[in-house]
């Protein structure tokens, strides 16, 4: 009894199975043919990494070694220099992509919102000189995921504007005077 | 002793002792911003509240305030204390900005910890920010006062410990400012102490702005070498370049702190022009090529004209290790021992001093802070040794007197008695204060020698004025309990420094305790005194080369043409050598010069240790490995995108390790070969010198230990009959050079350092009021001095703190004085013109 009631449900199951292919086969594929089509991936996905510039056009970056600090494999070095109006500034900037694993903590780390991971992944290649990139190859033109903010609008050191004239902050004492 | 509990562990203190003191013995570190071990409470800052159960203080109360008592039980993690704490740490953080990614000071930065630990991320007060506008305060300080808590630590440390004033608090209450009254340079040579001890970003580096953050740097503790008291330092290097230098703690040195020509002055070791390659002449070859060549040139002067055809100089600036390689090399070849002063006279008084100094009497600086009576004797601490007039400060603030006896219009932070004599009277005006002060009994009890000196001293100084204020000076000594005499080695005659420490004896004799502390030129200029066992001079191998007898000339990590006191003389000497090897890592005279030249090895990148002024031994770890910095390399852009194996520019090799490979090649068969192992060396140098038997070289950093000369060898008392009456030599149509040290702008190695030269003041003559009256001169003027082999220009500056019958001028990087035949320098009167 046992042997014959074995049999049949094998066969059934691989009627199921063969009907499930026969279904299958006559509907249109999904698979998506790379590098044919390319898929817009999500904003937040993390790939290759950029420097954005703050609403004023000028580089956010501060170069304040923390990505540096917090890379996991070492992938980031910089040098920070002043510029002549005192603004702080990375002098060179250097991500040798050949090493990086795409973890993005140096984006949570950063910040000004400077360094930012983007979608674009394609960046393989053999010379592994290429997938060094200096701060010209990786400062972009836009902000990336935030256009509005300003770090040096907040920070509240005079190295961008007088003193007293960012967001939320009184004039500077007047040291001559004994009014409160 | 009281005894408490805290956090439930039990200790017992001192009286007086803070329990913020007692915890951190403990290694329980309570919260703090204004309490600093240095400088001492002041209850500013509210931060170390901790919570008392029980004993005579109950409650939250601050820790750094309140003095350890019998019974007490503290607890630092009680809720209540905590909680006040952390209230503390949210209103401190309500007017700093918001701008740790752009401030230095971030990574190492106290408030930044204690508000992480404390927990306040969010900020709850919505209203605004106070705001303060900066200052300039010169070259080396960065001012950001919106970031200050007012903890007071830099004023208390620039006004109350320093004893300087022009960096203060200006306003009240909330608006309370740290700054000057004025833009502008500050004036203390301290003044680099403010950023070590702020606990926020308001004072940071402004030489190392923006170069790093703490945890980029390779650090590694070291020592100063810009003076002889070898403070402790910590060295920060990045991208093979020395960054930054902070203080080290050292509990007998130099304390919590250093002095701005020590933080400042490393800049030699990143010099563009510092030499990295060896070379043949002009031509730069490999080290291993110039060794080769130098031992043939060797051998070949060596068979042509005999072993002592060939004369070395070594310097005092050098470590331990150079200096006895050196010698051992001399001594192995069959060569005349190196030679490490530049004068017989500097070299008889260094050795001098070294023989005298005893254990009984050496004190270090910590013990110059007890003392109650500190007398210096030719010597101008601001100048020479700056950190020492921080040491005299702390005991004038424990109320000592301090007397100085000098010619050179001496300045210290502090008051204190003057007497400016000239250098000959330096030794009778000592001598008349201590017979004016120590019984003849006192000298009776130690000896026919101690009394023949006591009894043939003069007992008077013949200058009224002079003698009228020694009567107070006496008194006080009279009374002291423990006085400290200081004697430099520099401008003070050749038996002074034995002078010093006969009337140190005297007075110990007389008082029951006294110390001695003497002033050496260099850094290692003690080593050097305790290695050599020669008085030669660099003014004997210039005769030696003259005559024909010297061939062949190797300096060390020396450079005689910036202390040679007749430069042509000394240029001429070297163009007639046949071999003329220098190795040195500064970019010197002599190394442009040199026939052959090899780099060595600065202080940050090897391990090295140096003996200073009271005869401790000291030792520094390599900072990195040295080369090329990144940032000159890539002229400021991104690093060469290149792969290399080795360090570009990193052939330099220490000294010692050149000489012991160069030793190797020319020795004959059967003679003993060097090794390159440090440990061997110092095997050497404790079978060859007993006395550094016990220094512990095979620690990785091992603690210091301090090297005397052994006890009862040397004769006591040997200027007994042989110190002349004062005031009777002067005459009067002429003045009698000295050449003195300036803080910045005269010490060799500091000299290359591009921001120490931004705050050198011009190279002035200084003159009495009373000379300068006689030649109808003017402050201010330019005027001529004429010296043997030529003429000097420069500022007159008159000042009444000095002696007359005696004209000061600094050894000035600026100014080419080495135009000396013969010290000491008489100059004729009216020779002196505008």
Known sequence: MGTIKNLAEGITALLKGLATTLKILSRKPVTEQYPEYRRPLPARSRAVIVLTRDPDGEERCVACYLCSAVCPVSCISMQSAEREDGRRYPRWFRINFARCIYCGLCEEACPTLAIQLTP??????????????????LLVNHGGKNNEYNFYKRAGVAMVGDKGTQINEDKPVDLKSNLP | MPKLKIDGLEIEVERGTKVIEAAARLGIIIPRFCFHPGLGPVGACRVCAVKFEEGPVKGVQMSCMTDAQDGMVVSTTDEEAADFRKHVIEWLMMNHPHDCPVCDEGGHCLLQDLTVAGGHGIRRYLGKKRTYNDQYLGVFVQHEMNRCIQCWRCRRFYQEFAGYRDLGALQIAHHTYFGRATDGQLESPFSGNIIDICPTGVYTDKPSRFTGRRWDFERGPSLCIHCSLGCHIITSARYREMTRLEARFSESVNGYFICDRGRYGFYYTNHPERPRRARIRTEEVSLDQAIQTAAQKIIQINQKNGPKAIACLGSARSCVENQAMLIRFCRVQGWNEPTYFETPTMAKKVKRAVARLDEQLAVSMREIEKADFILAVGADPVNEAPMLALAMRQAFRNEATIVVIDPRPVFLPFEFEHLPVAPDDLEPCLTALIKGAVHRSAAEKMGEEALRFYDTAPAEYPDAP????????????????????????????????????????LLRAARGRAGLFYLMSEANTFGAALLSSEEGSVMDVV????KGSVKGLMLVESDPFRSFPDYERLKQAVDKLDLFLVMDYLPSFAARLAHLFFPTQTLFEMETSFVNQEGRVQFATSAYRGGIPISQISAGGHPLRVFRRDIPGGESQPAWQ??????????LPGREMFSLSKNELWSWIAKEYPIFANVPIADELPDDVRVHLAQGREKLFPSGGQIRSGGLSRENSTLELVMGDWTFGTEELSTYSKYLQQVEKEPCLFMSPKDASMLGLKDRERITLPLDKGRLEMELRIVDTMAPGVIVMPKHRQLAWQKIEKWPVKVAMGQIRK
Not at chain 1, 122 to 137: C, N, P
Not at chain 2, 467 to 483: A, D, E, G, H
């Open chain 2, 466 to 505: 002079i003698k009228n204020r020694m009567v107070k000076i006496t008194q006080k000594l009279r009374q002291s309990r423990y006085p400290v005499i200081i004697c430099g080695t520099s401008i003070v005659r050749e038996t002074t420094p034995d002078v010093a420490a006969d009337s140190a004896l």
């Open chain 1, 120 to 137: 674009n992944f394609e960046t393989s290649g053999r010379d592994i000189l290429k997938l060094v990139y200096e701060k010209e190859d």
């Open chain 2, 658 to 667: 050149i000489l012991a490979k160069l030793a190797n090649i020319i020795s």
């Open chain 2, 543 to 546: 005769e030696s080369i003259e």
